[in-house]
């Protein structure tokens, strides 16, 4: 491998080959856990709560449900080698989390609508057809927002590195 190359081989390894047990890696497993316990528990106590939208607390407790779900099957390790037997549990695997990505992006979606549509309902009169309870409706509003929050961080430093990543190729090649 040429100099020039070398500068680039541990990004691009990162990317290809990540790292099975980070210290990151860990630590948002453990958030992610955290925060799926939280909406099955916050959707399950306030169930029939929620007058002006009956979907949300399902929303919650499907959404915790599934995120859980998903992070254990992330947690059962997948053999590297290429023997066949093993190479069609990978295939299937990869296939399994493109559905659970499609799922959570729709049901993300759904939940979105669900949430946002109903802003700012009634927190006070219980026999009023706008209430909603309000530890339910604001929990479930703040963490759609924190999500989209960080889909935007994610987006922007991605951008980002790809700009900068883009300068300093050019910069580099140049020199």
């Given at each position: 491998m040429d100099t020039e190359?070398?500068?680039?081989?541990?990004?691009?390894?990162?990317?290809?080959?990540?790292?099975?047990?980070?210290?990151?890696?860990?630590?948002?497993?453990?958030?992610?856990?955290?925060?799926?316990?939280?909406?099955?528990?916050?959707?399950?106590?306030?169930?029939?709560?929620?007058?002006?939208?009956?979907?949300?607390?399902i929303y919650l407790i499907v959404a915790g449900s599934s995120t859980i779900f998903f992070l254990m099957i992330?947690?059962?390790?997948?053999?590297?080698?290429?023997?066949s037997d093993h190479f069609n549990r990978r295939k299937i695997g990869r296939v399994c989390e493109r559905l659970e990505s499609l799922f959570s992006i729709m049901w993300f979606i759904a939940g979105s609508i669900w949430i946002y549509s109903i802003y700012e309902p009634n927190y006070i009169d219980k026999a009023s057809p706008d209430f909603?309870?309000?530890?339910?409706?604001?929990?479930?509003?703040?963490?759609?927002?924190?999500?989209?929050?960080?889909?935007?961080?994610?987006?922007?430093v991605g951008f980002c590195a790809c700009v900068l990543g883009g300068t300093l190729w050019i910069r580099r090649r140049d020199g």
């Open positions: 190359n070398d500068f680039y081989t541990p990004l691009i390894r990162t990317f290809q080959e990540p790292s099975s047990f980070s210290a990151a890696a860990v630590c948002m497993k453990i958030v992610t856990f955290i925060l799926g316990i939280a909406c099955i528990t916050i959707g399950t106590i306030y169930l029939n709560s929620c007058t002006k939208q009956y979907l949300i607390p992330s947690l059962v390790p997948c053999p590297p080698d290429e023997e909603c309870q309000k530890t339910l409706y604001l929990f479930a509003f703040w963490t759609t927002t924190a999500i989209y929050v960080i889909l935007a961080l994610m987006l922007l």
